[in-house]
């Protein structure tokens, strides 16, 4: 549990971290901006996470994350000029990818070690993997992207979804982990290729008829 754990959150760490910042970068904001971004959507899921399992966030107890997701920032302050597309370029969308993947195994993890319900499970997920990124949006000015378009979150529930199944199989933690990692990857990827999103509600026009 513990070696799938670590692996997992230093993959969604860096991989997050590097997409924060990177979008940080293309609104043109300063290296301190730039650096709060990419540490925020790094840490912040975890640390939602963390507080609806009432535990003092990994993030304060752990130099070693907060580390992690600046040595994502300066990955993207390195690599970011060289990308063309901002945070629509392939590298970028790949980052991102990995960790959604990483962050909804490590919360399905830790509500399986609680011996929580298929529904924490789930929503862990979820939130470990899409909160940092609605945090980002924020900081950034905008309506966070998971609440609008785009099959993102959805890959999360996906993911926490296969985790549970599996252990309910009594398969190793590791194997589950797996199972997740590449069920969020699979579903990030076919909803990327075939640009799935969800449907929106469709409010009909009201005319006057006085």
């Given at each position: 549990?513990?070696?799938?754990?670590?692996?997992?959150?230093?993959?969604?760490?860096?991989?997050?971290?590097?997409?924060?910042?990177?979008?940080?970068?293309?609104?043109?904001?300063?290296?301190?901006?730039?650096?709060?971004?990419?540490?925020?959507?790094?840490?912040?899921?975890?640390?939602?996470?963390?507080?609806?399992?009432?535990?003092v966030p990994n993030s304060l107890?752990?130099?070693?994350?907060?580390?992690?997701?600046l040595l994502g920032v300066t990955?993207?302050?390195?690599?970011?000029?060289?990308?063309?597309?901002?945070?629509?370029?392939?590298?970028?969308?790949?980052?991102?990818?990995?960790?959604?993947?990483?962050?909804?195994?490590?919360?399905?993890?830790?509500?399986?070690?609680?011996?929580?319900?298929?529904?924490?499970?789930?929503?862990?997920?979820?939130?470990?993997?899409?909160?940092?990124?609605?945090?980002?949006?924020?900081?950034?000015?905008?309506?966070?992207?998971?609440?609008?378009?785009?099959?993102?979150?959805?890959?999360?529930?996906?993911?926490?979804?296969?985790?549970?199944?599996?252990?309910?199989?009594?398969?190793?933690?590791?194997?589950?982990?797996?199972?997740?990692?590449?069920?969020?990857?699979?579903?990030?990827?076919?909803?990327?290729?075939?640009?799935?999103?969800?449907?929106?509600?469709?409010?009909?026009?009201?005319?006057?008829?006085?």
């Amino acid at each position: 549990m513990t070696d799938a754990f670590a692996l997992m959150n230093a993959v969604g760490l860096i991989g997050f971290a590097f997409v924060g910042a990177a979008k940080a970068i293309e609104e043109r904001y300063d290296v301190f901006g730039v650096t709060v971004v990419g540490v925020m959507t790094a840490l912040g899921g975890g640390t939602t996470r963390d507080l609806l399992l009432n535990r003092v966030p990994n993030s304060l107890q752990s130099p070693g994350e907060v580390g992690l997701s600046l040595l994502g920032v300066t990955a993207a302050v390195v690599f970011v000029h060289y990308l063309d597309d901002g945070h629509q370029h392939p590298v970028v969308l790949t980052a991102d990818a990995i960790g959604l993947a990483a962050f909804s195994t490590t919360g399905a993890l830790l509500a399986h070690q609680a011996g929580l319900p298929v529904f924490a499970v789930v929503a862990l997920a979820t939130v470990n993997a899409a909160g940092g990124g609605a945090i980002s949006d924020l900081l950034l000015g905008r309506t966070p992207f998971i609440l609008r378009e785009d099959f993102y979150a959805s890959c999360a529930v996906i993911g926490g979804l296969t985790f549970w199944a599996l252990a309910q199989m009594d398969v190793t933690v590791g194997l589950a982990s797996t199972g997740c990692a590449l069920a969020v990857l699979a579903a990030r990827g076919l909803g990327l290729g075939r640009e799935w999103s969800l449907p929106t509600v469709q409010v009909r026009e009201r005319h006057d008829t006085r």
